[in-house]
């Protein structure tokens, strides 16, 4: 499965609204999709999993949803510390496969 | 405190090996898959390799197989991965991770701080 993330950038301002979209090749059995949010020199961190469950401590301000071959993050109102790369994961079957990233930034 | 630390990182030649090591603490690994991803300077994530549990199956990117191994050891919390006949593009920062799923896959909801292998 092949996972195509857009924009590839986003700028924007902080309280706007982040719409990020991924596109899969083919349907995601089971919605297993997951979104990450990683920050310069950090590991990633779990976001969203089975496309629209929030992972432990995640703020309600981030969002998941879509299905099939779909999918969107969205952020409601961009706080400072959302400023990040954003990836999506597929994890139907091996090969574990990532999106290209799309990077949001200050605008 | 539920955490993953890798090391073994570092330069090597063209052609030569490295063996990752990946140590779990907060949590028993033989309950769980576990996996490599990597990362290259300044691109995207990419999932490398990863087994089972009880270290029956494993699987591999296509650009890795034949040269990389992964393996564990359960009674030592540890997760591994043997790199050999490294080649530049293997040049990334080499993450270890949890996957939960007992059945299934699940996304992976703990990462090491990754360690770093350089090819040149």
């Known amino acids: 499965i092949v996972l195509t993330q857009s924009p590839g950038t986003l700028s924007l301002s902080p309280g706007e609204r982040a719409t990020l979209s991924c596109r899969a090749s083919?349907?995601?059995?089971?919605?297993?999709l997951a979104w990450y949010q990683q920050k310069p020199g950090q590991a990633p961190r779990l976001l969203i999993f089975?496309?629209?469950s929030r992972a432990n401590g995640i703020p309600d301000r981030f969002s998941g949803g879509g299905s099939g071959t779909d999918f969107t993050l969205t952020i409601s109102r961009l706080e400072p510390d959302d400023f990040a790369v954003y990836y999506c994961?597929?994890?139907?079957?091996?090969?574990?496969?990532f999106g290209g990233g799309t990077k949001v930034e200050i605008k | 405190e539920v955490q993953l630390v890798e090391s073994g990182g570092g330069l090597v030649q063209p052609g030569g090996s490295l063996r990752l090591s990946c140590v779990a603490s907060?949590?028993?690994?033989?309950?769980?898959?576990m996996t490599w991803v990597r990362q290259a300077p300044g691109k995207g994530l990419e999932w490398v390799a990863n087994?089972?549990?009880?270290?029956?199956?494993?699987y591999y990117v296509d650009s890795v197989k034949g040269r990389f191994t992964i393996s564990r050891d359960n009674a030592k919390n540890s997760l591994y991965l043997q790199m050999n006949s490294l080649r530049v593009e293997d040049t990334a920062v080499y993450y270890c991770?949890?996957?939960?799923?007992?059945?299934?896959?699940?996304?992976?909801?703990?990462w090491g701080q990754g360690t770093m292998v350089t090819v040149s």
């Open positions: 991770a949890r996957d939960p799923g007992a059945l299934r896959y699940e996304a992976f909801d703990i």
């Open positions: 907060g949590f028993t690994v033989s309950g769980y898959w």
């Open positions: 087994i089972k549990p009880d270290g029956s199956e494993e």
């Open positions: 083919q349907s995601v059995y089971r919605s297993s």
């Open positions: 089975g496309a629209s």
């Open positions: 994961q597929h994890y139907v079957s091996s090969p574990l496969t």
